[in-house]
C-alpha cells in the first residue's frame, strides 16, 4: 500500500525527483565491501582507530528515501530529542534542509520548519517566495523553481547580529539589524512540514534536515553536502524510512493519529532523495 501511495504520488507531478548531482552512485547499502589481507599492515589498526570518532568522519551518502505529508501530516522534534534538550536559543542556530518543491498555491503560506507554537521563528514558502522570519525580523528571496530539490539554509549569528538565508548554495538576502528572539511561551518542538493552524502540509518532500546552536553556514556560500559530519549539530534527520536523529538516535514524533481517510500522515518516497 506504502509503494503504491508513493509511486502514484510522484506520477501526479508528472516526474521522479532525481538525485543531487554530489551523491555518489553505490547504493543505499553503501560502497562493496573489500576484506582485508591477513598481511596488512599493523599501522592499519592505529589509523583505524584514529577514524573512530563518528562526529569527526563524513557521513554515510543518503539512502535516496525522503519524508512526505498527507494533507494535513507533520513531524514534531521533542527537546529532549537533542543533547541538552533545550531546542530554543537566544543568540544564535542554523536550520537548513533539503526541499522538493512542487506547486503549491501562493495565496497562502507553506512550513518546511518552525519552532514553537505560536512560533519563535520560521522558514517556508509564503506570497511565491522563501521566507524566514524571526519575531519581527524576516528576510525573503524569489522562490526557486518546481519540480526540483533545493537547500534552504536559515541562520542567526548573534555574534555579529546577521540574520541570513541561503539557497542552493548562495547567500540570497542578509539583514544586519535583529531584535532579540523571545523564547516560546508555551511549547518548544520544531514544527516540519505544518505548523499549527495551517490549513495544510508541505506538497513536496523534505530530506537532510540539519539544526545546531552554532554558525554552521557563512560568508556567501553555503554547503548542502549530506557527507559533512555530525560534529556541532544538535541534530540530523535524513529520513532513511525513519525519523531517527543521527546524532542523539532519538526518534521524532508525527501527527495527527492516522484515520480511515488519512491512513498515513507521513510517508516516504523511495528513490527520490536529494
Known amino acids: 500500500m506504502r509503494f503504491w501511495l508513493n509511486i502514484s504520488m510522484i506520477m501526479a507531478w508528472g516526474c521522479l525527483p532525481p538525485p543531487r548531482p554530489w551523491l555518489n552512485d553505490t547504493g543505499p547499502s553503501g560502497p562493496p565491501v573489500v576484506e582485508a589481507d591477513a598481511d596488512a599492515d599493523a599501522d592499519a589498526d592505529a589509523d583505524a582507530d584514529a577514524d573512530a570518532d563518528a562526529d569527526d568522519t563524513a557521513m554515510p551518502p543518503l539512502e535516496c528515501n525522503s519524508l512526505g505529508f498527507g494533507s494535513d501530516g507533520y513531524l514534531l522534534i521533542q527537546p529532549e530529542s537533542i543533547d541538552g534538550d533545550e531546542l530554543f536559543h537566544d543568540h544564535t542556530f542554523t536550520i537548513e534542509l533539503w526541499a522538493w518543491f512542487d506547486e503549491p498555491s501562493v495565496d497562502q503560506a507553506w512550513t518546511l520548519v518552525s519552532l514553537g507554537d505560536p512560533e519563535v521563528w520560521w522558514l517556508g514558502l509564503e506570497d511565491g517566495e522563501v521566507v524566514f522570519r524571526s519575531g519581527t525580523d524576516q528576510i525573503t528571496a524569489p522562490a526557486p523553481e518546481n ?22 548554495g548562495t547567500r540570497v538576502n542578509v539583514t544586519n539589524e535583529l ?9 518548544q518542538r520544531l514544527h516540519v512540514g505544518r505548523q499549527t493552524g495551517s490549513p495544510q502540509s508541505w506538497t513536496g518532500l523534505i530530506d537532510e534536515l540539519r539544526f545546531g546552536h552554532a554558525v554552521m553556514q557563512s560568508g556567501e556560500s553555503a554547503d548542502g553536502s549530506a557527507e559533512r ?12 524510512n525513519n525519523l ?21 500522515p ?6 527520490s532523495c536529494p
Not at 147 to 166: P, T
Request: hydrophobic share 35%.
Open 147 to 168: 519540480g526540483e530539490w533545493h537547500h534552504i539554509a536559515g541562520v542567526i549569528d548573534g555574534s555579529v547580529g546577521q540574520m541570513r538565508l541561503y539557497v542552493d
Open 179 to 187: 531584535l532579540p528572539l523571545v523564547a516560546p511561551s508555551s511549547e
Open 229 to 240: 559530519p555530525l560534529t556541532d549539530w544538535l541534530g540530523v534527520w535524513r529520513f532513511d
Open 244 to 264: 531517527v536523529n543521527a546524532v542523539t538516535g532519538a526518534t521524532a514524533q508525527y501527527g495527527p493519529p492516522p484515520t480511515e481517510s488519512e491512513p498515513e
Open 266 to 271: 507521513i510517508w516516504y518516497s523511495e528513490g
